[in-house]
């Protein structure tokens, strides 16, 4: 990374950041970190320019990236994180972003900020899969391919104008044209063919407005009362969210903060483009008409000062989501609020804005601020994650892992300044953080032995949904970073080992129903990864 001024006069400035996937490097080296042959190789690039004025300033920025994994169960008998029995998985992204941002003083006391971008992100998936005979690869053909692209076009302007002291208004407007090239095709294994679930090209777009007003009642009390306004072009749903906020300043160390919230959210976009074909060979498209999955979220917080440097905030939350996709055709264990715990992502052919899911718990979060070089971060969460089924039954989601625990703590220390026989003086520091991280294993289904036997295909228990649980998860990260700052730059050196203690934590198992057993597949193990940044 390298930071540094455009012209000094002027006040601009620049920064360029550049990575490379660390494990591919210590592939290349003959380092192994627990992933097998499965090591993802990326690299991106990201730049910001700033160039202020008398009247404000503007920035361009822009990202750029791409990455590829091969998960191969054919080339490795090892454990391959992430990686299914019997299965070959070539995946790999590329994506892209670039966008100005202008900020204007329209008055003493009004700002515009206006943002322009545009970004997209094309994915090639092959997944093809083997069976095995004596130990031999044999029946090797293709099972899933995905050439999509999607992206948007991006434009945003707020307004922000302060009336006086005690009330002040935010109002804006957020524009989302939409395009994609979505083409998948799976293999049907029965009758030989391929089948193509999506296929189109086309675009839509996103329209919202919001306004937002803060009042200031008296030194103790302060306001926030929003509206929201979200319209999806491709069908014209239409969402309205009101907001409110209340702050109560108890005393100089204590302070209760209140909040509600109506949220809305679209599904992924690609549920809208998803084709059946009917017998006479007839695609239709599915799913046209989902409208927003909405949510009433509720919190309340305490926030106490412990002497100068360290808080205590207290909060609960509760949130009560409905009009949840779940499957229209008799699949009534089916809910959206179970995707994304893994890389795929299942859509039935006929959804409906039916379901309903609940989250609430506690979070207590203790801090203390930097000083003298020492600070700490933790936080406990304790929660649960719910939802209800079309047989009126609720049940944990994936994400109901109960628990989470966040300890982060680091002490930096300092060097006495150096001056050269050149004049020159440079001061060094070294930086130790330590985390630590445990939380409740993952949920998931027991499988149905009996069922799976006579049908020689994994059955689930659906009536026992996300019934079980792996072992808690934890891990243990170091960084120790070493820094010299000079006159005109800034150098850094440093390295971030992360599950230290290499402990094996679950991933995901598998049944394999022709061994009858448990397949575990672990996450990646001890990770090394280096870090040198240069700031003029």
């Not at 690869?137 to 006086?164: C, M, P, W």
């Not at 906020?245 to 100089?252: A, Q, W």
């Not at 409905?322 to 992502?345: K, M, R």
């Not at 120790?480 to 440093?494: F, H, L, N």
């Amino acid at each position: 990374m390298a930071e540094g001024p455009i012209s000094r006069k002027r006040k601009s400035s620049y920064l360029v950041n550049y990575r490379y996937s660390a494990l591919g490097v210590f592939h290349l080296l003959g380092f192994e970190f627990g992933t097998g042959v499965a090591i993802p190789q990326y690299q991106d690039a990201t730049f910001k320019l700033h160039f202020p004025d008398k009247k404000g300033s503007t920035s361009i920025f822009g990202l750029g990236g791409k990455s590829d994994i091969e998960l191969f169960q054919s080339e490795d008998d090892s454990d391959n994180a992430y990686g299914d029995d019997y299965e070959d998985l070539r995946y790999g992204t590329n994506t892209g972003v670039i966008g100005i941002t202008r900020t204007h003083k329209l008055g003493r006391y009004t700002k515009l900020k206006v943002v322009a971008a545009v970004n997209a992100a094309r994915t090639q998936t092959h997944l093809d899969t083997f069976a095995l005979d004596s130990g031999k690869i044999i029946n090797y053909s293709g099972l899933y391919r995905d050439n999509s692209t999607q992206g948007k076009y991006t434009f945003n302007a707020t307004v922000e104008h302060k009336f006086n002291s005690k009330s002040s208004l935010r109002s804006g407007v957020r524009f989302h044209q939409y395009f994609f090239e979505l083409n998948d095709s799976v293999y049907n294994q029965d009758y030989g063919f391929w089948v193509e679930p999506t296929s189109f090209s086309g675009n839509t777009n996103l329209v919202q407005a919001f306004v937002n007003e803060r009042y200031r009642i008296n030194k103790r009390i302060k306001v926030n009362l929003g509206l929201s306004f979200s319209m999806y072009g491709l069908n014209n749903s239409m969402a309205l969210e009101p907001r409110f906020g209340l702050k109560y300043k108890v005393n100089s160390k204590y302070t209760i903060s209140a909040g509600y919230g109506l949220h809305s959210l679209l599904p992924p976009f690609r549920i809208y483009f998803e084709e059946i074909t009917d017998s006479l060979g007839n695609k239709r498209k599915i799913n046209q008409d989902l409208g927003f999955m909405r949510s009433h979220h509720y919190a309340l917080a305490h926030d106490f000062s412990i002497g100068k440097n360290s808080r205590l905030k207290v909060e609960t939350y509760y949130q009560h989501m409905f009009d949840v996709p779940v499957d229209g055709d008799g699949n009534v264990y089916y809910t959206l609020l179970n995707q994304g715990a893994d890389f795929g992502v299942n859509f039935t052919e006929n959804m409906q804005n039916n379901g309903m899911g609940r989250n609430y718990g506690l979070e207590i979060t203790l801090e203390r601020f930097m000083n003298k070089g020492f600070y700490f971060l933790n936080t406990l969460s304790l929660y649960r994650s719910q939802y209800t089924a079309l047989n009126d039954i609720r049940y944990p989601t994936v994400f109901d892992s109960r628990y989470a625990l966040n300890l982060l703590g680091g002490k930096e220390f300092y060097f006495t300044e150096k001056t050269n026989k050149k004049g020159k003086t440079s001061k060094a520091s070294m930086t130790a953080d330590v985390k630590f991280v445990v939380n409740g294993g993952q949920r998931h289904t027991p499988v149905d032995v009996v069922a799976t036997e006579q049908q020689n295909e994994v059955v689930y228990v659906n009536s026992r949904t996300n019934e079980l649980q792996y072992q808690e998860y934890a891990r243990f990260d170091l960084r120790i970073a070493y820094k010299v700052q000079t006159k005109k730059m800034t150098q850094e050196w440093g390295i971030d080992i992360q599950n230290l203690t290499n402990r094996d934590n679950i991933f995901s198992t598998q049944y394999d129903p022709e061994t009858k057993e448990y397949r575990i597949t672990n996450q990646t193990g001890i990770l090394p990864i280096g870090l040198y940044r240069i700031t003029f």
